[in-house]
């Protein structure tokens, strides 16, 4: 009887030599170092950065009309100019919610990834400061909800709830995935509304601070994620395929909050009905997950289930 040899581990110093669809992959105190100094030199503090009290610009938009969920859609074309900004208002409000729970997700994430790691390590080092950066990000964005008047919007409680089941049990590669899904998206719209001079000075300053901000922490998830999908056993990978598939479900249903088109005096039924049916909606969302769809396919993240679970999100062509 032939005993069977048991798996080689895979240590920090193999990492180097091991190579995935995107190529080698680097060294992770590597990355970390060089991640620590851009935050040394690239941090802001929004309480000193930004003027708060400074009046909003009348006429000025909250986010980019082309961006709205209900953009080109007939509800559109019969909206006034001032309900329009209305709208860009509570949506602006909406995604900022959206992100304090993602932040507030990926910071509990964060902290179970490091656990178990040296304390010492350029690593843990990093993953301590993006927690500092996400702390100030949803300080900064529920800010930004209170100085513009409109309301915070949670999530719907039973998504609420299942992101405590993901806290719980999400598995290293399946946290840095959702991790990437809840920051890429929106940071491809901020990167469009920063520039606007549409767009109230303020959010315009927010935006910045976060893109600045989070073009590092996407590096981080990447690498991470990257040498995750190259090293876990299958039944993670596979695992981290469909969790990943049913968090873009998620993110998707709770991208905009359908209280926004009541508060602006809209009829609900109707405009969940147009965002659902609009052409410019669904290719809008796909181009700011192309970037992040693809790089999740070359790692082998699109697969099975998980890839049927993307293109029913809406996100996946």
């Known amino acids: ?3 069977t040899p048991p ?4 240590t920090d110093r193999d990492i180097e ?3 995935d669809a995107l190529g080698p992959l680097r060294d992770r105190e590597q ?3 060089r991640l620590l100094e851009s935050s040394a030199k690239h941090s802001f503090d929004p309480d000193k950065e930004l003027d708060w009290d400074a009046p909003l610009e009348d006429g000025q938009w909250f986010w980019p009309p082309e961006l709205l969920s209900l953009y080109g859609t007939p509800l ?5 100019e001032e309900q329009r900004i209305e709208l860009s208002k509570h949506e602006a409000a909406s995604l900022a919610s ?4 993602f932040e507030i997700i990926l910071m509990q994430l964060l902290v179970r990834h490091i656990y178990d790691k040296s304390v010492t390590s350029n690593h843990v080092r990093y993953a301590l400061t993006e927690i ?3 702390c100030r990000h949803s300080m900064m964005f529920a800010r930004m909800i209170q100085r513009s008047g409109a309301p915070a919007y949670p999530v719907p409680r039973i998504y609420h709830n299942l ?3 993901l806290k719980t049990i999400s598995t290293t590669p399946g946290s840095f995935a959702a991790t990437l899904l809840g920051e890429e998206i929106l940071d491809w719209m901020q990167r469009l509304t920063f520039p606007d001079d549409r767009i109230q000075t303020l959010v315009r300053g927010v935006t910045r601070i976060h893109v600045v901000e989070e073009a590092r922490h996407v590096r981080y998830a990447r690498e991470e994620l990257r040498r995750q999908m190259a090293t876990a056993p299958r039944w993670e990978r596979r695992l981290t395929q469909v969790s990943c598939g049913e968090a873009a479900r998620v993110f998707s249903v709770c991208f905009v909050n359908p209280q926004v088109y009541e508060n602006v005096g809209l009829d609900r039924a109707e405009a969940v009905a147009q965002v659902r049916a609009s052409g410019h909606r669904r290719e809008i969302m796909q181009t700011g997950a192309k970037r992040l769809t693809d790089f999740l396919d070359d790692v082998g993240v699109l697969n099975g289930l998980g890839r049927r679970l993307w293109k029913s999100s809406g996100l996946l062509a």
Request: proline residues 4%.
């Open 1 to 3: 009887m032939t005993s």
């Open 7 to 10: 798996t080689p581990t895979v």
């Open 17 to 19: 030599a091991l190579r």
């Open 31 to 33: 990355v970390a170092a």
């Open 76 to 80: 559109w074309h019969r909206m006034s």
């Open 98 to 101: 959206l992100g304090i729970w």
């Open 132 to 134: 500092a950066d996400e």
């Open 163 to 165: 992101a405590r089941v």
